[in-house]
């Protein structure tokens, strides 16, 4: 029995600023201690708050330390777990309030959100199936397998209106029902989508580092409504942290025999394998994931015929989301009802946000379908740093859009997303404010969707290059007026012919930065100026004369020797020389220098 | 896994465990002072004694937590328990084997044990 845990998140975000080395300074100072048979140290997986990581937090007070360094773990093991007094000055600020401790749940950053699929994430240890057990895991699947038939399963996902969280939102009980056809007389497959692959999103990644039996148990859920006694996880291999945690999971629960022969003695078989993916892109979408799977070069085929009736190997196939799986035990034993009651009209539960870009608090977030924009990006994520401006917020990566700072009050769920010419996808939210440049943003994603084209169909091949080449001709300064009209045409073609959703989505960031930010474009092309000051072509840095004081403190620092001036006397830039790099600026100590 | 029994089993035992992560709000608190002088006079003992006893009672809304100094020295091991509804408790003098009496008569039975509480001392 111990008294007290500490819980290290060991999640990639806060394992990369080194919570490993963390969690066995903790060990290594309790063992010194004599603490060791009272306070035992928990990896877990994320919690949510990455801006803030290392985090480590102690239970049974619930103390919140943030950016945790090596040096502190003495002091926190002396104080606290000792002597019984929470190091203040290294709590996270919010949770201190007079010199009283706040709960957790009443800082802004938790306040609003509910978790559902992050239940588990910085609750328990992740390689331990019994704590796992502990709340109630694999209780849903004994549930299933005693108590109800296939039929009803499939029923309580269709009453829930649980829609599919990586990106479509296709409803899940209905997708279960299609490929429900003729159970035990067909080879079917249960797989699970982890190739999470747009850029900022990580709630795949955190939920199978975190709380990877929850998957494990929806996919088993999953092949009882189907009918299917095989299943695939297919996770990309840049996630070791995740790919080791499922695989330990997997192991685990066959040990248990919640996976394997006769489950719950109830003659129902189920096994799961992992398949690891090479990093494309495209492999998230559906019809390439299973070729990959059954050893092809990754590339989609056309639909129909649809997974769920001729899928991986040619059998009917179910595919979802890490983040729909972990959804579903919930809604098993707590129901149907209550999971419809979260959300609104058409979109129910909750969804979760990896926040990043220009926002305070990056991290996870989980909240109920129907937030605003503004609440998440306010109150949430605490807002834009350094006092600038919200621009616009991209959701839906390379497949999505922008949402404008006019549309901030926007209830997020599937349908308003698209009706504002954005998509839910994965749950990226990054976050723009006033120095970024629309026109560059959409070069970005644009660069990312060129790259990761497979080439199989020449809408999506050709045509988003041709595209990027456009989008270059403006940035660069030699964009025509024309061009808007040529991208808008090639935008609609492209999405009326490509083979797969990557193409048909791909020129989405264009089209709604030209929807909301046309001006944008109108000054790179007409008055060759970019308004953020990001694309280097339409920048020139001036010295004011005026200013400058000749501390040829820009002189030096200038990497390419454009700057020239003698002491005392008003420097000057050579234009053919400069590289634009804006290190003058930041040196200057007078704000003599600009670029416009 | 051959029965849902069986997996009760396992939750049953790990809840006590785990139940430490949960602190409600409203749920019964035991804070043990554990300054150098609650240490010094055998607070250690206490803390997990109690810790242990709440375990094997299922007692898992009480938190067992720790605090410093509360400043009247020659009481310690002092141990203070909170309970909704009623007026602090503050036992002094304490040891491993009191607490039992403490977790079973207070905790469980709700009725504070007169005579280890500070008032019964002076």
Known sequence: MYRSHVMVCGGTGC???????????????????????????????CFGLCALGPIVVIYPEGSFYSRVKEEDVAEIVNEHLL??????????DETVENGQLKSLDDTAFYRKQKRV???????????NIEEYIAFDGYAALGKVLTEMTPDQVIQCMLDSGLRGRGGGGFPTGLKWKFASGNRGKVKKYVCCNADEGDPGAFMDRSVLEG???????????????????????????EYPIAVH????????????GLLGQNIFDTGFNFDLEIKLGAGAFVCGEETALMTSIEGNRGEPRPRPPFPAVKGLFGQPTILNNVETYANIPPIIL?????????????????????????????????VPMGTTLREIIEEIGGGIPNGKKFKAAQTGGPSGGCIPASLIDTPIDYDNLVAIGSMMGSGGLIVMDEDTCMVDIAK?????????????????RVGTKRLLELLNKITDGKGTMEDLARIEELAAFIKANSLCGLGQTAPNPVLSTLRYFRDEYIEHIQNKRCPAGVCKALLSYKIDPTKCRGCTLCARTCPAGAISGSVKNPHSIDVLKCIKCGACIEKCKFGAISKG | MKSLQELAAIRDKMRQTVSTREAAHDSTRVVVGMATCGIAAGARPVLNAFTEEVAAAGLTDVLV??????????????????MPGQAKTTYVKMTPDKVKRVVQQHLKGGNPVAEYTIGAAR
């Open chain 1, 83 to 92: 002597k019984g007094r929470p190091v203040t000055r290294l709590l996270y």
């Open chain 1, 245 to 256: 945690r499922l695989q330990v999971a997997i192991d685990q629960a066959r040990e248990y």
């Open chain 1, 15 to 45: 394992t990369s600023s080194g919570s490993d080395k963390i969690a066995e300074a903790f060990e290594n100072q309790i063992r010194t201690d004599g603490l060791d048979q009272e306070v035992k140290v928990i990896r877990t997986g």
């Open chain 1, 334 to 366: 707590k129901g149907a009802d209550w999971f419809a009651s979260m959300g609104t009209e058409k979109s129910k539960g909750t969804k979760v946000f990896a926040l990043g870009g220009k926002i305070k608090n990056t991290g996870l977030v989980e």
């Open chain 1, 211 to 237: 709380d990877p039996h929850s998957v494990i148990e929806a996919m088993a859920i999953a092949a009882y409504a189907i009918g299917a006694d095989q299943g695939y996880v297919y996770v990309r291999a």
């Open chain 1, 444 to 460: 970005f994603f644009l660069e990312f969707t060129v790259d990761e084209s497979c080439g199989k169909c020449t809408p999506c």
């Open chain 2, 65 to 82: 937590t720790q605090t410093g100094c509360i400043g009247i020295c020659q009481y310690e091991p002092v141990v203070e328990v909170y």
């Open chain 1, 117 to 127: 699929a992050l239940r588990n994430c910085g609750v328990i240890n992740p390689e």
